[in-house]
C-alpha cells in the first residue's frame, strides 16, 4: 500500500499516461475522431480542424505530463497540492465523460471508461488527502 501513497509513483504514472495520450492525440487523433463518426460527412475542411484541435490537445497532454513528471521529487506536504489537484482535474473529466455519454449515447465514451477514470481520480485524491511522508523510495 505504501507505493500506492508514493507521490513520486502517482506523478511518474500520470505524466506517462498524459504523455502517451498527447502523442496519440498528435499522431491520428483527427483520423480516429472523425472516423468513429460514420453518420455524418466529414469534408477534409472538417478533418482539417478537428486535426488542428486535437494538435493542441496534444500539446496541453504534453504540458501536463511533463509538469507531473517534473513534480516526482516532491515529498509531502508539498506534494499534497498537486496530488488533491490532479484528483479533482480527473473528477471533472469524469463530470464531461457523464455528460458526453448521456448526450451521444454509444458513440459517447462508455461505462468502462468513465469507471476508470473514476479509479485514477480515487488515487490522488486519497495519497493526497490521507498521505504523510510514506515514500519508499
Given at each position: 500500500?505504501?507505493?500506492?501513497?508514493?507521490?513520486?509513483?502517482?506523478?511518474?504514472?500520470?505524466?506517462?499516461?498524459?504523455?502517451?495520450?498527447?502523442?496519440?492525440?498528435?499522431?491520428?487523433?483527427?483520423?480516429?475522431?472523425?472516423?468513429?463518426?460514420?453518420?455524418?460527412?466529414?469534408?477534409?475542411?472538417?478533418?482539417?480542424?478537428?486535426?488542428?484541435?486535437?494538435?493542441?490537445?496534444?500539446?496541453?497532454?504534453?504540458?501536463?505530463?511533463?509538469?507531473?513528471?517534473?513534480?516526482?521529487?516532491?515529498?509531502?506536504?508539498?506534494?499534497?497540492?498537486?496530488l488533491i489537484g490532479l484528483?479533482?482535474?480527473?473528477?471533472?473529466?469524469?463530470?464531461?465523460?457523464?455528460?458526453?455519454?448521456?448526450?451521444?449515447?454509444?458513440?459517447?465514451?462508455?461505462?468502462?471508461?468513465?469507471?476508470?477514470?473514476?479509479?485514477?481520480?480515487?488515487?490522488?485524491?486519497?495519497?493526497?488527502?490521507?498521505?504523510?511522508?510514506?515514500?519508499?523510495?
Open positions: 500500500m505504501n507505493v500506492l501513497m508514493n507521490p513520486k509513483i502517482i506523478f511518474i504514472v500520470f505524466g506517462v499516461i498524459n504523455i502517451l495520450h498527447g502523442l496519440g492525440f498528435l499522431f491520428g487523433g483527427g483520423e480516429v475522431f472523425t472516423g468513429s463518426i460514420s453518420t455524418l460527412n466529414i469534408t477534409e475542411e472538417t478533418n482539417s480542424v478537428v486535426s488542428f484541435v486535437m494538435e493542441i490537445t496534444a500539446g496541453f497532454n504534453f504540458i501536463l505530463g511533463i509538469t507531473l513528471l517534473s513534480c516526482r521529487n516532491l515529498k509531502f506536504p508539498e506534494a499534497k497540492n498537486v484528483g479533482i482535474g480527473i473528477i471533472i473529466m469524469v463530470a464531461l465523460a457523464i455528460k458526453h455519454h448521456i448526450d451521444w449515447g454509444d458513440a459517447g465514451p462508455g461505462i468502462i471508461g468513465i469507471l476508470i477514470f473514476v479509479i485514477l481520480a480515487i488515487w490522488p485524491l486519497y495519497a493526497g488527502i490521507k498521505g504523510k511522508n510514506t515514500e519508499s523510495d
